[in-house]
């Protein structure tokens, strides 16, 4: 399974960590904040103060010191002001937080709003209102699995669906259906309708798989072999009748926690839709590369 981690990058594998182990999602709040931010001054790098205060004050009691955090997220760097970086390890040696800045490494520079839609997306998943147990278990792993499948996060649900192939043998079909659902959207394969075909063999004798609605699930499938273009959208059966929030209601309530007065509303609706259009829409003022 090693293979599975060298694959993914740091973000990708933290994620996956997580949905084991979804109380420990606060530790995205600094990345999230730190996103949040630049959309607001335009600047990659920032006063580390403002993103500690930022990602902080809603968990008054986020577990660990942020530098143990930094270390384990692996995407930032502090620079002090004689322009020292600080970086990995390096981290841990910062005493005095004043007068610093940090930034995000390159590479997540590169593709800055999809990464920020990637943090938003994963912290929707974490916070679902499903019921966390304190280990990682057949039913739990299969809510975490779909949430992750239908807010198209189509790489991670392929190497979660593997793991749990090997974490769960004897319900490994389902699993199993989901990899290669998640692979026929990743991969340059979506013309071929023979991993669809075998999706539809590994669910043929299932009905309900711990509240998944398998069945709606097949139909949905066919009607991917025939030509309908539409995202497939996995079901709970308990579900089907109750209106669902999605990952943008979901995002604009703790992005209001975040933001203070800035993102409150008087009205509601209108607000709400202008706050989803404007919130992947680039600054007219360009983030800057230091």
Not at 24 to 33: A, N, T
Not at 120 to 140: A, C, D, I, R
Not at 198 to 223: A, G, H, P, Q, T
Request: hydrophobic share 35%; net charge positive.
């Amino acid at each position: 399974m090693l293979r599975i981690w060298e694959e993914l990058d740091r973000l990708e594998n933290l994620f996956l960590e997580l949905l084991d182990d979804p109380y420990k999602k606060e530790v995205l709040l600094y990345p999230i904040c730190y996103c949040q931010q630049v959309r607001r001054s335009g600047e990659f790098e920032l006063p580390l103060e403002r993103v500690l205060y930022c990602a902080e004050k809603p968990y008054k009691l986020v577990g660990g010191d942020w530098r143990d955090i930094f270390l384990e997220l692996g995407i930032f760097y502090v620079k002090a002001p004689n322009g020292e970086i600080f970086q990995g390890k390096d981290i841990l040696k910062i005493k005095d937080k004043e007068k610093l800045k940090v930034g995000i490494i390159n590479s997540y520079r590169e593709d800055f709003y999809g990464f920020y839609t990637k943090l938003l997306k994963y912290w929707s998943v974490l916070s679902s209102k499903s019921f966390y147990g304190n280990n990682p278990n057949p039913e739990t792993s299969t809510r975490m699995l779909v949430l992750t499948f239908n807010e198209k996060l189509y790489k991670e649900s392929k190497y979660y669906a593997e793991l749990l192939c090997a974490r769960y043998p004897e319900e490994k079909n389902f699993f199993e259906a989901i990899k290669l659902l998640a692979e026929f959207y990743t991969e340059d394969e979506k013309e071929s309708k023979d991993k669809l075909r075998k999706v539809l063999k590994l669910l043929k004798n299932l009905e309900n798989f711990y509240s998944v609605d398998v069945v709606k699930l097949r139909k949905d499938i066919e009607k991917l072999i025939n030509g309908n273009v539409k995202p497939i959208t996995i079901s709970f059966i308990k579900e089907k009748r109750k209106k669902r929030r999605g990952l943008f209601s979901r995002i604009w309530n703790f992005i209001k926690s975040l933001g203070g007065k800035r993102w409150s509303s008087a009205s509601s609706e209108a607000d709400y839709y202008y706050f989803i259009e404007t919130l992947l829409r680039k600054p007219k003022r360009q983030p800057t590369m230091n």
